[in-house]
């Protein structure tokens, strides 16, 4: 990708379950930002977390960030089959690079 | 919230036509709008970030001559795709985030673009 790797490629679980997903990144970066797709549509923006920030929290949605290891997290808690999707992690300073994408789904 | 509008949503057209695609921010304006390339089940590529007013800035390998973008207002860009052939048909999305907004960015609900 432009941007760098996120794992897993792809994910299952069930209702109700926790998903992680990580994201590695390439550059250092002011932001990063997650952000979900559906199939065949656009982005939707989740979250975005600063570089001076370690972890931000918003509705079921917990992301961390460490930039020593260029790396961050997303979980979703108590996921809902209403989740399941494409999740996707973005860095840049004037423009967007995406990584690799996870596709999660969540059986009902 | 930020809206950013894109049509159409679904083209085919035939080797050798020209396809344009249009990207709106409805109730924003953006000097920069960006638009990606996404093949099924991969990535989001950027392809060029379009400035209003100026030439588009266009990322390593991607041809400026095929893939014209024109961003002539501050709510309005277009990605033409010339001489298109089978290998262009993909998912085309466009976004976009309000001047001086240090907010996310808005997508478009992407164009799918088949080439036959």
């Known amino acids: 990708s432009q941007q760098g790797e996120e794992d897993p490629q792809a994910l299952s679980i069930q209702e109700g379950e926790n998903a992680t997903m990580n994201c590695s990144y390439k550059?250092?970066?002011?932001?990063l930002q997650w952000y979900r797709q559906n199939s065949g549509r656009g982005l939707v923006h989740l979250i975005l977390i600063r570089s001076n920030e370690r972890e931000k929290h918003s509705g079921r949605l917990r992301v961390t960030l460490d930039t020593s290891k260029k790396s961050s997290s997303l979980l979703i808690t108590a996921s809902r089959a209403a989740d399941t999707a494409s999740y996707f992690c973005?860095?840049?300073?004037?423009?967007?690079?995406f990584g690799t994408g996870t596709r999660l789904t969540v059986i009902p | 919230g930020a809206v950013v509008s894109q049509h159409p949503s679904r083209v085919i057209c035939k080797s050798g036509t020209s396809v344009k695609i249009e990207c709106r921010s409805l109730?924003?304006?953006?000097?920069?709008m960006f638009w990606y390339r996404q093949f099924p089940k991969q990535s989001l590529m950027l392809m060029a970030t379009s400035n209003e007013g100026s030439k588009a800035t266009y990322e390593q390998g991607v041809e400026k001559d095929k893939f014209l973008i024109n961003h002539a207002s501050l709510t309005l860009s277009t990605l033409t795709v010339t001489s298109a052939h089978p290998e262009d048909s993909s998912f085309y999305i466009c976004?976009?985030?309000?001047?001086?907004?240090?907010?996310?960015?808005?997508f478009g609900s992407g164009t799918r673009l088949t080439v036959v």
């Open positions: 973005g860095t840049g300073a004037n423009n967007l690079f």
């Open positions: 550059t250092s970066i002011n932001n």
């Open positions: 109730d924003f304006q953006a000097t920069t």
């Open positions: 976004s976009a985030r309000p001047m001086n907004s240090l907010a996310g960015y808005t």
